[in-house]
């Protein structure tokens, strides 16, 4: 079939199908209600994707610009899913990709009026969690009992990890600090909504408060994970009774912990009244954690021995201590933090949960009219146009007009897509150069079924969506559709679920590397880190993308 965004387009984007081998190059635009012919015209030259093994024409149908419900149809190919043409196209998305946090919280339970048939008990109140003997201190000896409450599960498991913690958090307020005015309408149908906060925010303070009880007091550090030592089962949340830990610290967990704190100390800092003294707690919590990761600036973390669960291990930690630096430089003001980042050797790439550097230039690109005079304002704007310049150049020249390629399916690899439109509308914002914000809707349109897969990867949302995430509540609540507004994982070649998904792939081919079973945690878990720059990219594309 012919592959489109399922959920559809803002008036003036930039609009793209892909045919498939065998379509006529003649193309129509048809209303989905009447069948009337609203476009026509031709497809591009034939090019080969070597990541799904197709031979593939691009038929761009920008032109369309009158709001309405339509499919595009081919000769000698079955015709597109249906999408939309209209103003503010991606509120729902959005709306729902920010409950799915909701959805994830850990440790209170879900009423059926937020909640709906997604309604569920409360588990892991983790208000009595014990400091494992990997995170043993003089202070705080192995068995001793601290509460650790609220934060959202990682993913499909319901273990709380700080790595994937930061990024995740850090992507809600980034969306939250460059398009305020749009978050500020954005109702999500929390408990929370209706107070002085904008939902996105109270969403983020869910998560920021369990991640303040992570830092050791006694002297700064950050512990990685509060988990389980195993995987709970296939249960809800309040089925799952194993015992929970905190396991050691490491210099990642406590940098992410830093930037994300002095991020949020500066977003949270004009609601001093709703939340009296909490900025300053964060920016004290901030420059603890900085401290401690200057002397203990290379504690790698692995599992100890018998925890078994998500590791995020990360060994290099350049990238996370020139984010803290950033973050800690804007949120207070020191130019000894900009020093400290030393931004001359800090490339820019596309973020993820082991490479964070891209996070400290969006922060400073976006403040760099209020930064002092330390700050190399034309280094900042270099860093994010070399980038978005060489995923532009990659989106020109890919046969799905696509900048994912090769290596970017890897796990988790719609985030991947996701996080590449990131740093090509951070460009746009600085230089308002077309291509950027095109070949970010590309990204956006990949996820939502402009793919080789044929799948809109949101759950909810596009006619042929993902139906069966390795998501534990999604799996075990007897609901037939999974919760909804959570983006799968993604194609990616390394299939390390092969064991318990028997003969399921349909292909090794990186692209085509994708199941829609429970069984696929490598190809279709949902993770918040996932969920984050869906967030982001939909609102900014709801923004920008014109009307
Ligand atoms: O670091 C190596 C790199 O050196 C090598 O070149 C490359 C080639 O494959 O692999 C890199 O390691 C990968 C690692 O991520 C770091 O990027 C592994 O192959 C890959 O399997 C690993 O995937 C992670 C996965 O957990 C397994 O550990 C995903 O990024 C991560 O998103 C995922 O996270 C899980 C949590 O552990 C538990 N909760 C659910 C969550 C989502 O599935
Ligand atoms: O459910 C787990 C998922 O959240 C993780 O991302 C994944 C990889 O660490 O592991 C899943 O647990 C599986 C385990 O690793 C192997 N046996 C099957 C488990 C899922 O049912």
Redo the contacts with the bound molecule.
């Keep these: 079939a012919i592959r489109v965004n399922q959920v559809g387009f803002a008036p003036l984007a930039h609009k793209v199908a892909v045919l498939p081998a065998g379509a006529s190059g003649e193309v129509e635009v048809i209303d989905a209600a009447s069948g009337a012919v609203a476009w026509r015209g031709r497809a591009g030259p034939a090019g080969a994707w070597r990541e799904s093994g197709e031979s593939v024409r691009l038929a761009d149908f920008s032109a369309l610009a009158r709001p309405g419900e339509y499919r595009i149809r081919a000769a000698g190919v079955a015709p597109s899913e249906r999408f939309a043409v209209r103003a503010g196209v991606y509120a729902e998305l959005n709306r729902a990709a920010l409950k799915a946090y909701y959805f994830n919280r850990s440790g209170t339970a879900l009423d059926a009026s937020h909640a709906g048939v997604y309604a569920r008990a409360a588990g892991h109140p983790d208000t009595r969690v014990l400091v494992h003997a990997s995170a043993a201190s003089t202070a705080r000896p192995e068995g001793t009992v601290i509460a650790s409450a609220k934060g959202w599960y990682?993913?499909?498991?319901y273990?709380k990890?700080i790595v994937?913690s930061g990024i995740s958090t850090c992507t809600l307020l980034a969306a939250f600090e460059h398009y305020p005015g749009y978050f500020a309408r954005q109702r999500s149908a929390i408990p929370e909504s209706g107070n002085a906060l904008p939902d996105i925010l109270d969403e983020a303070l869910w998560n920021l408060e369990w991640m303040l009880t992570m830092q050791d007091p006694h002297d700064g550090g950050v512990y990685n994970k509060l988990t389980n030592l195993r995987?709970d089962g296939i249960v809800m949340p309040a089925q799952a009774g194993a015992e929970r830990y905190v396991v050691q610290k490491g210099t990642a967990a406590t940098l992410d912990f830093a930037a994300t704190m002095a991020t949020a100390s500066r977003v949270l800092k004009p609601y001093e009244k709703q939340l009296p003294g909490l900025s300053a707690k964060m920016l004290r919590a901030a420059e603890a954690a900085w401290a401690w990761a200057r002397a203990n600036p290379a504690v790698v973390f692995r599992n100890p021995a018998g925890v078994l669960?998500?590791?995020?291990?990360?060994a290099t930690f350049d990238d996370e201590f020139a984010w803290a630096a950033a973050e800690l430089y804007i949120s207070s003001g020191k130019d000894s933090y900009y020093a400290a980042m030393r931004p001359a050797g800090v490339t820019a790439s596309v973020p993820?949960?082991?490479d964070v550097r891209a996070l400290a230039w969006i922060s400073l690109a976006h403040h760099r009219n209020s930064l002092s005079a330390v700050a190399d304002r034309t280094l900042i704007a270099a860093r994010i146009d070399t980038l978005a310049a060489a995923l532009a150049a990659r989106w020109r020249a890919s046969a799905y007009g696509v900048p994912m390629q090769g290596d970017d399916f890897?796990?988790?690899s719609n985030a991947v897509a996701l996080n590449q439109s990131m740093m090509l509308l951070q460009a746009y914002r600085l230089n308002g150069k077309r291509d950027y914000l095109d070949a970010a809707q590309a990204g956006l349109d990949y996820v939502l079924g402009r793919n080789a897969t044929g799948y809109s990867f949101v759950t909810g949302f596009g006619a042929r969506q993902v139906m069966h995430p390795?998501h534990r509540p999604s799996m075990a609540d007897q609901v037939a559709a999974p919760v909804p507004g959570f983006l799968a994982?993604g194609p990616h070649a390394?299939q390390?679920d092969k064991g318990d998904c028997k003969g399921q792939y349909p292909s090794a081919l990186p692209a085509l590397s994708y199941i829609d079973d429970d069984c696929s945690?490598?190809s279709n878990?949902?993770?918040i880190?996932?969920n984050a720059p869906l967030v982001y990219v939909s609102a900014a594309l709801d923004v920008l993308g014109g009307t």
């Design positions: 990682d993913a499909g498991d273990n990890y994937n995987f669960t998500g590791e995020y291990g990360d993820q949960w082991a890897v796990w988790g390795h994982g390394g390390q945690y490598a878990e949902v993770a880190n996932w």
